[in-house]
Nanobody, 116 residues
Framework: QVQLVESGGGLVQAGGSLRLSCAAS????????MGWFRQAPGKEREFVTQ????????YYADSVKGRFTISRDNAKKTVYLQMNSLKPEDTAVYYC?????????WGQGTQVTVSS
């Protein structure tokens, strides 16, 4: 059974940093890409960032370019989202997503709250 376990959310002041983690299992999972989406209250879920597993190429939403960085630990099937210079508008539930050769899977979400 595929599982994505997220961690690292919390409350931070504007200008601060947080690091999210997302670990995929089982370790034998054949991943095509992993990434993050977010959903703010009253808004639709939106794309944040994506990492292509085979090439390592990364993609970011314009709203987070230069502030957020996605990275991975291939052996642990884990991705990290380093979020710097956080803004109140970054407040949302952050969801990890992975696309495998068979299907897409989502994590349970982790709350990130940025106070002004």
């Amino acid at each position: 059974q595929v599982q994505l376990v997220e961690s690292g959310g919390g409350l931070v002041q504007a200008g601060g940093s947080l690091r999210l983690s997302c670990a995929a299992s089982p370790r034998t999972l054949s991943i095509r890409d992993m990434g993050w989406f977010r959903q703010a209250p009253g808004k639709e879920r939106e794309f944040v960032t994506q990492l292509l597993w085979s090439s390592g190429n990364t993609y970011y939403a314009d709203s987070v370019k230069g502030r957020f960085t996605i990275s991975r630990d291939n052996a642990k099937k884990t991705v990290y989202l380093q979020m710097n210079s956080l803004k109140p508008e970054d407040t949302a539930v952050y969801y990890c997503k992975t696309m495998t050769v068979k299907a897409a899977y989502w994590g349970q979400g982790t709350q990130v709250t940025v106070s002004s």
